[in-house]
């Protein structure tokens, strides 16, 4: 037998669910809106001096990369905030400009940056 929501229930529940969607929206604006560190200064070093990673140059790299993502699903959230379009350049990596990037280059960068 089907359960049938009275007036005010389903006023709850429209009131709930906008809630809930504000806060996921924010929480992933709050992810894309970070940056990090794209310089060896930026990097966190050890108390003997050295870096946290063992290639600083590849850590860069990704970071890099990532932000260049951020930045795209940043525009998209926006895009589809305010309704304005957003140049559909979801295909580029950062410092792309032509040339697509496969799951296969991204899942070598990966590699790369993390079994050297």
Avoid: W
């Amino acid at each position: 037998m089907p359960t049938y929501l009275t007036k005010k229930e389903r006023e709850l529940q429209a009131k709930q669910f906008q809630v809930m969607l504000r806060t996921c929206h924010r929480n992933l604006e709050s992810l894309c809106n970070e940056r990090l560190p794209t310089t060896l200064e930026g990097l966190t070093r050890r108390a003997d001096g050295s870096f946290l990673s063992r290639d600083p140059q590849k850590t860069i790299a990704l970071n890099k990369r990532i932000n260049a993502q951020n930045e795209r699903i940043e525009d998209l959230l926006l895009s589809i905030e305010y309704g304005e379009p957003c140049p559909d350049n979801s295909f580029l990596t950062a410092g792309d400009t032509a040339t697509p990037a496969t799951p296969a280059d991204i899942k070598a960068d990966i590699d790369e940056a993390f079994n050297s």
